[in-house]
């Protein structure tokens, strides 16, 4: 026999000890090492050695792969070398915002007064405001104002401004690129008296002309952003060395620490504050200390291919991702997409009060950008999320022959629940996506012993509605019930005529399953026991997954829901906001 026999090693394994037991099953095989004594320190040695180097180099090549691509890449400095090309710029921080009512002033307020916020430990922030607000004739002034641990104003950059390259560097992580100011004073150092003028940031995509224009671009590094100057004029116009000057203001953030301060003073100038009074409209909130690696996944290539328009559902994502923090916060779906179907209109749902003023702000801010960039017959409208409570109850079985005693189960069942607890459970997601299948292969990671199907998921809907009003939910989502057999929709209410009911789902053998059908209205008696009544309140779809209860109700009766999907995934869409959370992780 050949001494190297035409046998290698399982390449599917990768991980340690299979690697090793791999290794070790190969050179047994082998006609010169087959009486060796593999368990021998030596030879155990010498596949523990290419055991780990094996393992090792299949993990470096696996992550240096992933890095290769958006969708997997995990590393900042790889994602800001795959989104360059596209035009997109990845932020820093983001300053913690508040808005506030202002009374009682004697002038008006400044770029960059500053106020003190306190948290509930105590701890002292400062926050600005970015721009001047005149005073009105109304009594209060509505003013936002960002934090900042720092705040630097008219720095002067031009000795650090490379003229060659038309760009220079600024090294600050904590950098809130939103609050970045660029003042070029035009033939400063000779002129000093030449009047300071704002050049602003230039659309990365192409779309405005640029040409003899005062703008700049952005450049993402690690440290640091560069700003970079156009070095011809069809970029727009470059500075001229020994000649112009250059200044910057910016706030430099402390992130999400300075997040819910309700309890704000004014600090200075002192000399616009009369008998000041300061009313909180809307806490101090969206402050990151990372941008959303998700969000930027998501939008970068869609905002590169959409071209500033907005023609499909995810042009517009990518066009209005920018006004929140990650995608969880906002929705977008067509008219087409509801039921019934109103064409020509677009959807997009937040966490937005109209009544709020910030709020309602920026709802309009939204609507016009997407009025401004979709078609002429498409209508943008917004409707405000739906929270839709949904449980999951997970069942498992152990593969092994030694019995576990009941404090082992217990420890297991309380460290599943942990893990979907801590990846999976949400206290109010939309465009939120729960999938067994993903679930199991992380689990299984954990116990090797773990045996779980999806058919081990039961996801439910679970909630008392008590808005008066008609009832429509659409839960995209295939609704199980079984046939020929009364499965009760509602729990217990009162009609309109005070009268206690419930609603009730029967499938006949021929019912098209993708079609509605009609609710059994059932009647309460004095004995406790329900009859069937001709009265129609609402009607299924059971494949689609909507519900609509017609509003034949007495006053603030509540509404109790019941439902059961049938499979075990479940998808978010359209206005819905899902809170999901696992119920019960039992062992069978």
């Known amino acids: 026999?050949?001494?190297?026999?035409?046998?290698?090693?399982?390449?599917?394994?990768?991980?340690?000890?299979d690697i090793k037991d791999s290794l070790k099953t190969y050179l047994k095989n082998q006609d010169n090492l087959k009486d060796f004594n593999f368990e021998g320190s030596v030879l155990q040695t010498l596949l523990n050695v290419l055991a780990y180097n094996t393992y090792y180099?299949?993990?470096?090549?696996?992550?240096?792969?992933?890095?290769?691509?958006?969708?997997?890449a995990q590393r900042i400095d790889s994602i800001i070398s795959l989104v360059k090309p596209l035009g997109y710029f990845i932020p820093f921080k983001t300053s913690s915002k508040a808005t506030l009512n202002v009374y009682g002033l004697v002038?008006?307020?400044?770029?960059?007064?500053?106020?003190?916020?306190?948290?509930?430990?105590?701890?002292?922030?400062?926050?600005?405001?970015?721009?001047?607000?005149?005073q009105s004739d109304s009594d209060a002034l509505n003013v936002e104002i960002y934090e900042a641990k720092n705040l630097y104003k008219d720095v002067d950059v031009t000795g650090k401004f490379d003229f060659t390259k038309q760009r220079f560097f600024v090294e600050d992580t904590n950098i809130d690129v939103n609050t970045l100011k660029v003042k070029v004073r035009l033939d400063g150092i000779n002129r000093p008296g030449n009047p300071l003028d704002a050049w602003i940031l230039?659309?990365?995509l192409g779309n405005v002309d640029t040409t003899n224009q005062n703008v700049y671009y952005l450049e993402r590094a690690n440290n640091g952003l560069y700003v970079i100057f156009g070095k011809d004029n069809a970029l727009g116009n470059k500075l001229t060395i020994d000649s112009d000057q250059i200044?910057?203001?910016y706030l430099s953030t402390s992130g999400s620490i300075a997040n819910d301060i309700i309890q704000f003073s004014f600090v200075s100038p002192a000399n616009i504050a009369g008998n000041l009074n300061i009313e909180l409209v809307e806490k101090s909130m969206g402050g990151l200390d990372s941008p959303d690696l998700d969000l930027i996944k998501?939008?970068?290539?869609?905002?590169?291919s959409a071209q500033n328009r907005a023609v499909t559902?995810?042009?517009?994502?990518?066009l209005i991702a920018p006004f929140f923090n990650s995608l969880n916060e906002f929705s977008v779906y067509g008219g087409e997409e509801i039921y019934p179907q109103m064409y020509g209109r677009v959807f997009f749902a937040a966490d937005l009060d109209p009544n709020n003023p910030a709020d309602l702000q920026k709802i309009q801010k939204i609507y016009n950008l997407i009025k401004n960039k979709c078609m002429v017959t498409l209508t943008p409208e917004y409707t405000k999320g739906k929270t839709l409570p949904v449980k999951s109850a997970v069942s498992f079985k152990l593969n092994s022959t030694r019995q576990y005693t009941q404090q082992e189960l217990q420890q297991i069942r309380n460290d599943i629940k942990n893990v979907l607890n801590t990846n999976y459970d949400t206290t109010g997601s939309y465009n939120y996506s729960f999938i067994s299948d993903d679930v199991i292969s992380n689990l299984k990671l954990r116990y090797k012993d773990l045996i779980i199907d999806p058919s081990d998921f039961i996801i439910t809907y679970n909630e008392t509605i008590y808005e008066n009003g008609p009832i429509n939910i659409n839960f995209e989502n295939e609704i199980d019930i079984p046939y020929f057999t009364n499965y009760d929709i509602t729990g217990e209410y009162q009609n309109s005529l005070n009268q206690t009911i419930k609603l009730v789902a029967y499938i006949p053998l021929s019912?098209?399953?993708?079609?509605?059908?009609?609710?059994?209205?059932y009647l309460k008696q004095d004995d406790e026991t329900f009859i069937l009544s001709p009265i129609v309140n609402g009607r299924i779809n059971i494949k689609k997954g909507i519900l609509e209860i017609y509003d034949d109700r007495f006053l603030d009766s509540p509404v109790p829901i019941n439902i059961k999907f049938k499979n075990s995934y479940f998808t978010s869409i359209l206005n819905n906001k899902i809170k999901f959370t696992t119920d019960t992780v039992e062992y069978r």
């Open 1 to 17: 026999m050949s001494a190297y026999p035409n046998q290698t090693p399982n390449l599917g394994n990768l991980n340690f000890d």
């Open 57 to 72: 180099y299949a993990f470096y090549s696996n992550m240096v792969a992933n890095e290769v691509f958006l969708d997997s």
């Open 107 to 134: 002038n008006d307020i400044p770029e960059y007064a500053q106020f003190r916020g306190i948290d509930s430990d105590g701890l002292s922030f400062y926050f600005y405001t970015i721009k001047s607000y005149q």
């Open 202 to 204: 230039a659309d990365t």
């Open 247 to 249: 200044f910057i203001d």
């Open 298 to 304: 998501f939008v970068a290539p869609r905002s590169f």
């Open 313 to 318: 559902k995810d042009d517009i994502k990518a």
């Open 511 to 521: 019912q098209n399953l993708f079609n509605f059908v009609n609710l059994r209205t």
